[in-house]
């Protein structure tokens, strides 16, 4: 069946919503729109924050 996050992410990409290359990575409709919806009730620092650390996150992983 699958996951929530998948099931929303190809009901997305049917609609219309591409995925965005951000280098060699995939960024995801689903993520896409969950940083909007952050950005819409954080704000903007609050999602440079996030955005860095996941960032700092994926590159320590590697």
Known sequence: MGTLFGGLNKSL???????MYFG???????????????LWFVGLQA????????LVIIYVQQ
Do not use: K, Q, Y
């Open 13 to 19: 990409i049917r609609i219309g919503f591409t995925r």
């Open 24 to 38: 060699e990575r995939i960024v995801e409709p689903v993520i896409v729109i969950f940083f909007w919806v952050m």
């Open 47 to 54: 999602l440079g924050l996030v955005a860095i650390l996941c």
